[in-house]
């Protein structure tokens, strides 16, 4: 039996968001970013969140234990020594506890298994060639050490060594667009429809609903939509939004407001030869504008005979701990032009 824990995840954007496809071109724009095939609502993959919490969580372990971790040939040594090379044999035994230099302030970084992480045990997996009781210790041509195969990070997000693979413990969810910000005469409003927001509203077509239901008509962006009255959403403190910023807009209509409402730049390539612009390098990326709120679900599974897996509380609580990287080093692409910057609000449990 393996049981499943879903934990919602709710984001803000705070700077725009980029999450490029690669190279396809909408009309005018030459970086456009991934969207549902469906709706052509732009969205974060699951993908992206996996990669990227999976980084934050090693930089999170690593910054906090790397003085606490005894040498690796230590470990290397006693698990020759003692268990035939047969190193998840001495994660799981008595002594693998003692060799801590100092013991971690928290649970979840005492799991035995990360006496031998590394922040490689993030990206991409250099030593997937290697056995998984030599995955620790093995080096690429280019000197790299890889994904371990042990510590919380490899298990909770899988890895595939040649003799073992892991799917790991944890499901992203692509984050999907719940509230969206647009311009309009009265201000920054959040607009929404039923089927983002998995309610029955009733709303006619080419119409809006707004909390005080009596502007008559407003603008979305360019799009000057009329009021057909009053919608009760409340309790969106949660979003660090308020009730009277919320716009209902029908499901035939969001996907094009949003649309037409992304953030678009223009920028120039940098030659990083000569630093001067490239010749004909001029071009545009869009992006989700700041203030755009997602949302999407993480599944953790325990699966059975896994008494050598981490807890999944204890994964809960990394998750948590290693969130704010977000809010600092961001998501997608072109983080370093001011795009990606997200806050993950609330705490996973
Ligand atoms: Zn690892």
Redesign the pocket.
């Known amino acids: 039996m393996s049981t499943v824990k879903i934990n919602r995840i709710i984001a803000m954007a705070t700077d725009p968001i980029y999450v490029g496809t690669g190279g396809f071109t909408i009309g005018r724009v030459d970086n456009t970013i991934v969207r549902d095939p469906i709706t052509r609502i732009p969205k974060i993959p699951g993908s992206s969140m996996a990669g990227t919490w999976r980084y934050y969580m090693a930089l999170e372990l690593v910054s906090q234990i790397k003085e606490k971790q005894p040498h690796l040939n230590d470990i290397k040594n006693e698990s020759d020594k003692s268990f035939d090379g047969k190193i998840n044999q001495f994660i799981q035994s008595d002594k693998c506890d003692s060799f801590w230099k100092t013991k971690a302030d928290k649970e979840w970084q005492k799991y035995c298994g990360n006496l031998i ?1 590394k922040i490689s ?1 993030a990206g991409q997996d250099e030593t997937s060639q290697a056995n998984i009781e030599n995955a620790p210790f093995e080096k690429n041509k280019e000197n790299k050490s890889g ?5 919380i ?2 298990k909770a997000f899988g890895f595939s060594k040649n003799d073992l693979s892991n799917q790991g413990m944890l499901f992203f969810s692509d984050l999907s667009i719940l509230f969206f910000p647009v311009y309009t005469r009265l201000g920054t409003k959040w607009i929404t429809s039923p089927k983002l927001l998995n309610k029955e509203i009733d709303i006619a077509e080419n119409q809006i609903k707004t909390s005080k239901g009596d502007e008559r008509h407003l603008n979305l962006g360019w799009l000057n939509l009329e009021v057909s009255g009053k919608h009760n959403i409340s309790d969106v403190e949660k979003y660090k939004l308020e009730a009277k910023n919320i716009i209902i807009v029908p499901d035939s209509l969001i996907s094009q407001i949003i649309n037409s409402n992304l953030e678009v730049r223009t920028s120039v390539s940098i030659d990083p030869i000569t630093g001067a612009a490239k010749d004909k390098a001029l071009f545009t990326s869009e992006a989700i504008p700041r203030g755009t709120i997602f949302c999407g679900e993480v599944r953790g599974f325990n699966r059975e005979g896994g008494n050598s897996l981490p807890k999944l509380g204890d994964i809960w609580r990394a998750l948590n701990d290693s969130k704010q990287y977000y809010q600092s080093l961001g998501i997608g692409g072109m983080t370093t032009r001011g795009f990606g910057r997200m806050e993950i609000l609330g705490e996973l449990s």
């Open positions: 992480a045990c994904h371990c195969g042990h510590c990070v490899c």
